[in-house]
């Protein structure tokens, strides 16, 4: 699955195994950079998905 998410007012695209995921969701992911043959290159992890609605009931 290929989550699209609003990162600081820019669109990104984020490959997944996450399954659950609808639009209106959050996205808790960590970023990082690791090492490969060919140098670093930056690494995005997504740690779990948040429904909309908890975040909205947590809100009220």
């Not at 990104?12 to 209106?24: L, R, S, Y």
């Amino acid at each position: 699955m290929t989550l699209e998410l609003d990162f600081e007012g820019t669109k990104v695209k984020i490959k997944t195994f996450e399954k659950d995921a609808e639009v209106g969701d959050f996205a808790q992911v960590s970023i990082g950079t690791r090492k490969n043959v060919y140098g670093a290159e930056l690494a995005v992890v997504v740690d779990k998905i948040i429904p909309a609605n908890e975040i909205e009931d947590n809100w009220k």
